[in-house]
């Protein structure tokens, strides 16, 4: 690959823009970015990545091995059919968008091209994201090697079926908002027994660090891992007690089927305003 294309300069573009220079699997200058008038944010990727910023899209496309489009997905119709004239059957989109379909990236370009669906989350920002991706027929065995490169930048990547993509959404998508809900509550938690709050946080922090390092490393599940650690009559036992009175676990499932089932309908939703029924 040898030029990358961003269409929106935000904290997602962001984040894979170190990634991809970090690791340097390219370098700032094989990197071009655009977003709709924000000048300073451009010279300020500028300054720290140095990278190419631009609002003359041939300037942006001309040879690009692939476009990733990082808007707001309202912005979807709009920027689409503002550069569809410079894409070519070679070129590939990369969409980290939020509800919108490989069905109506295709549509709005209006040209048989490869596209992926990307669904990172924003722990990209310190590498650590979880990424599912869809492809459609279209991409090349090169293609999908270099796009799980793109996304390994920032963290795990794994392929999956479009049909799938809602459901990553609902679980790692959003579940990074889950876990700093948790972390809220433990917080008040430790202020109301009395804790320092910069060492409870050091502590909630290096908490949440070795348990999810013992779910990674071992070979035993999840709630065998708990009930090794809730000795009968024991402190554990007791909170667990009182979550379990809350019924904290069903909670958290229906928050991730909840979440799963908004991201179906912001789709549905697009896909309406895009083509409406005449």
């Not at 009930?227 to 928050?255: M, W, Y």
Request: with cysteine; net charge negative; proline share 3%.
């Amino acid at each position: 690959m040898k030029k990358l294309a961003f269409i929106g300069a935000g904290s997602m573009a962001e984040a894979m823009i170190s990634g991809i220079v970090e690791s340097q699997l390219l370098t700032g200058k094989q990197i071009w970015v655009t977003n709709r008038s924000n000048q300073e944010k451009l010279d300020n990727l500028n300054q720290k990545y140095g990278v190419n910023g631009t609002y003359e899209l041939s300037e942006l496309l001309e040879n690009a091995d692939a476009v990733i489009l990082a808007m707001k997905p309202k912005d979807t119709a709009t920027a689409i059919s503002q550069i569809r004239s410079y894409l070519t059957e070679n070129t590939m989109l990369i969409s980290v968008l939020a509800g919108v379909s490989i069905e109506n990236i295709e549509l709005l370009a209006e040209k048989k091209l490869p596209v992926v669906r990307a669904m990172p989350n924003t722990s990209a920002t310190v590498g650590k994201s979880a990424t599912g991706l869809a492809i459609n027929n279209r991409v090349s065995d090169r293609q999908k090697d270099i796009v799980q490169t793109i996304f390994e930048t920032v963290g795990l990547t794994t392929f999956v079926e479009e049909s799938q993509i809602d459901a990553i959404t609902g679980l790692s998508g959003s579940g990074p908002a889950y876990i700093y809900y948790l972390i809220e509550a433990m917080e008040k938690g430790a202020d109301e027994i009395g804790l320092d709050k910069q060492v409870a946080k050091e502590l909630i922090v290096q908490t949440l660090l070795g348990a999810a390092e013992m779910v990674a490393t071992s070979t035993k599940p999840s709630q065998q891992l708990r009930a090794e650690v809730t000795s009968p009559g024991g402190t554990t036992e007791a909170g667990i007690r009182v979550l379990e009175s809350f019924d904290v676990q069903k909670a958290f499932i229906n928050c991730i089927k909840e979440a799963t089932a908004q991201s179906k309908r912001l789709g549905i939703a697009l896909s309406d305003e895009l083509y409406p029924v005449k």
